[in-house]
């Protein structure tokens, strides 16, 4: 029998008030320093961010600093038009080339000239829409039934390599998707500090992509109570973020997230150094203690 729904927090929730506060601290250009969307960001058109974000989004784990270069090092031989110059007849050839000896973690060169021009060959397949016509829901088919028929279809068009492969988790199979789960949000949100290029994927279908920083905070404030980073634990997370703002659950993702991200969490709660936290009030990280 499916539950009721759970009727959405009311404007005066203490953690809604709390998240809403926080989001409000994470406005701002300065709060993009260590985040890879400054990237995407940085290109004029829809058709450009959106091959940045999809190369940024799954080589975002690691060290921030590196993988910022990292990804920067990837773009870098498609100039200020990636999306065209990804296009034109030899841009395999001419990214091997180019990406030869390039490496972040699980990736190689070869690796992230397979994955751009997957991403050309889907947007061409769509009229030039990108991956958005490949991943909407539609009637009989859900977001993550979505996700799951393109992960699996990119699983027998690329070659199996270790960095290939950790792009393409099957949420149907529990996992977290934590990059995919990024990219959509970039994709889809059109408030800050997203791209929102898409305009018929809903944002009431968006899951939180799931990093240790949202675990944690999650946990911390009450939210997420599972243990285990899967994806039953994004959706843990995401539903209680959806009793807040129904329309837009990822709201306080990037806020959260940032919490972490800028070493603002130190991760045990402790006056007078937390105070400045809007969260403080109910964050169960630890025992209180003075400073």
Same mark, same amino acid.
């Given at each position: 029998?499916?539950?009721?729904?759970?009727?959405?927090? #009311?404007?005066?929730?203490?953690?809604?008030? /709390?998240?809403?506060?926080?989001?409000?601290?994470?406005?701002?250009?300065?709060? @993009?320093?260590?985040?890879?969307? &400054?990237?995407?960001?940085?290109?004029?058109?829809?058709?450009?961010?959106?091959?940045? $974000?999809?190369? *940024?989004?799954?080589?975002?784990? +690691?060290? %921030?600093?590196?993988?910022?270069? =990292? !990804?920067?090092?990837?773009?870098?031989?498609?100039?200020?038009?990636?999306?065209?110059?990804?296009?034109?007849?030899?841009?395999?050839?001419?990214?091997? $080339?180019?990406?030869? +000896?390039?490496?972040?973690?699980?990736?190689?060169?070869?690796?992230? =000239?397979?994955?751009?021009?997957?991403? &050309?060959?889907?947007?061409?397949?769509?009229?030039?829409?990108?991956?958005?016509?490949?991943?909407?829901?539609?009637?009989?088919? #859900?977001?993550?039934?979505?996700?799951?028929? @393109?992960?699996?279809?990119?699983?027998?068009?690329?070659?199996? #390599?270790?960095?290939?492969?950790?792009?393409?988790?099957?949420?149907? /199979?529990?996992?977290?998707?934590?990059?995919?789960?990024?990219?959509? /949000?970039?994709? %889809?949100?059109?408030?800050?500090?997203?791209?929102?290029?898409?305009?018929?994927?809903?944002?009431?279908?968006? %899951? &939180?992509? @799931?990093?240790?920083?949202?675990?944690? !905070?999650?946990?911390? !404030?009450? !939210?997420?109570?599972?243990? #285990?980073?899967?994806?039953?634990? $994004?959706?843990?997370?995401?539903? *209680?973020?959806?009793?807040?703002?129904?329309?837009?659950? @990822?709201?306080?993702?990037?806020?959260?997230?940032?919490? +972490?991200?800028?070493?603002?969490?130190?991760? &045990?709660?402790?006056?007078?150094?937390?105070?400045?936290?809007?969260? %403080?009030?109910?964050?169960?990280?630890?025992?209180?203690?003075?400073?």
């Amino acid at each position: 029998m499916k539950r009721p729904a759970k009727p959405a927090k #009311t404007p005066d929730d203490p953690l809604k008030l /709390r998240l809403d506060a926080l989001h409000d601290r994470y406005l701002g250009e300065a709060s @993009l320093a260590l985040d890879p969307l &400054v990237i995407p960001r940085s290109f004029a058109s829809g058709g450009d961010q959106e091959l940045a $974000a999809f190369v *940024a989004a799954h080589l975002a784990y +690691g060290r %921030v600093a590196p993988m910022l270069s =990292a !990804i920067e090092a990837v773009l870098a031989p498609l100039g200020d038009h990636p999306a065209a110059r990804a296009a034109e007849p030899g841009a395999l050839d001419h990214l091997r $080339a180019a990406l030869k +000896g390039w490496a972040w973690r699980f990736h190689t060169g070869e690796d992230m =000239a397979q994955w751009i021009l997957a991403w &050309v060959r889907l947007s061409r397949e769509s009229g030039g829409r990108g991956l958005e016509p490949h991943l909407v829901p539609r009637e009989g088919a #859900t977001a993550d039934q979505r996700l799951s028929a @393109l992960v699996l279809r990119l699983r027998r068009e690329l070659p199996e #390599t270790p960095g290939l492969r950790f792009n393409l988790p099957d949420p149907l /199979r529990g996992a977290a998707c934590k990059r995919w789960r990024m990219f959509l /949000r970039w994709m %889809v949100r059109d408030e800050w500090p997203d791209l929102g290029l898409w305009r018929d994927y809903p944002r009431r279908d968006l %899951v &939180v992509p @799931l990093d240790t920083h949202v675990a944690r !905070i999650s946990g911390f !404030i009450g !939210i997420g109570r599972r243990k #285990t980073p899967d994806g039953k634990l $994004a959706r843990e997370i995401t539903e *209680a973020l959806r009793a807040m703002c129904p329309e837009d659950p @990822l709201r306080y993702d990037f806020p959260m997230a940032h919490l +972490g991200i800028l070493g603002d969490c130190p991760g &045990v709660r402790r006056l007078p150094g937390c105070a400045a936290c809007p969260l %403080v009030d109910l964050c169960r990280a630890g025992d209180l203690a003075q400073k």
